[in-house]
T-cell receptor, first 113, second 114 residues
């Protein structure tokens, strides 16, 4: 049973426009959510996170929104830049000592010039 | 640049070989993790160490043997692997028990078993 789902395998966005990546989860006990970006041949790079007690967190061009009732989170990137082209993973965990992070399948974002 | 360093970057080994993957961090993190990632799949958790003690083993076959010699180092000893074990092996670290403490990943070791 996949607890964290990213239903869009790929997304293509024009440079300068907004990119919106979506993620759904099934386990209501998750209390910490993260987005990672991954380039080929590199490890995942942490982008932004949100605690379950919040509904929005912003860091520069990146904003994460959490809708607990819908068990849904999204990552907004605005404006999108060519360097944002990568695979984006949504992840969720329970904060109980060390974390057992569960990843979604990933969405490949392509920013077109 | 990543603050979690993994060596080697690439490793090719036969099914009878014994090899080790190494990971090092100097961020003062007391949790360290091994993940495995196959092509076009998300990372999957293998092991978690908390305060240098193994706290989670996700039913990983015994041909993978983790070791945490101290708070900065994490090893993964490999023996009698199968070709299907070929994957990217990722090490990560984090603080323990703190809100908003993300995992920091290394760039991984690309393992090929022949």
């Amino acid at each position: 049973d996949q607890q964290v789902k990213q239903n869009s395998p790929s997304l293509s966005v024009q440079e300068g426009r907004i990119s919106i990546l979506n993620c759904d989860y099934t386990n209501s006990m998750f209390d910490y959510f993260l987005w990672y970006k991954k380039y080929p041949a590199e490890g995942p790079t942490f982008l932004i996170s949100i605690s379950s007690i919040k509904d929005k967190n912003e860091d520069g061009r990146f904003t994460v929104f959490l809708n607990k009732s819908a068990k849904h989170l999204s990552l907004h990137i605005v404006p999108s830049q060519p360097g944002d082209s990568a695979v984006y993973f949504c992840a969720a965990s329970l904060i109980q000592g060390a974390q057992k992070l569960v990843f979604g399948q990933g969405t490949r974002l392509t920013i077109n010039p | 640049d990543t603050e979690v360093t993994q060596t080697p970057k690439h490793l090719v080994m036969g099914m009878t070989n014994k090899k080790s993957l190494k990971c090092e961090q100097h961020m003062g993190h007391r949790a360290m993790y091994w993940y495995k990632q196959k092509a076009k799949k998300p990372p999957e958790l293998m092991f978690v160490y908390s305060y240098e003690k193994l706290s989670i083993n996700e039913s990983v076959p015994s041909r993978f043997s983790p070791e945490c010699p101290n708070s900065s180092l994490l090893n993964l000893h490999l023996h009698a692997l199968q070709p299907e074990d070929s994957a990217l092996y990722l090490c990560a670290s984090s603080h323990i028990g703190q809100g908003n403490s993300p995992l920091h990943f290394g760039n991984g070791t690309r393992l090929t078993v022949t």
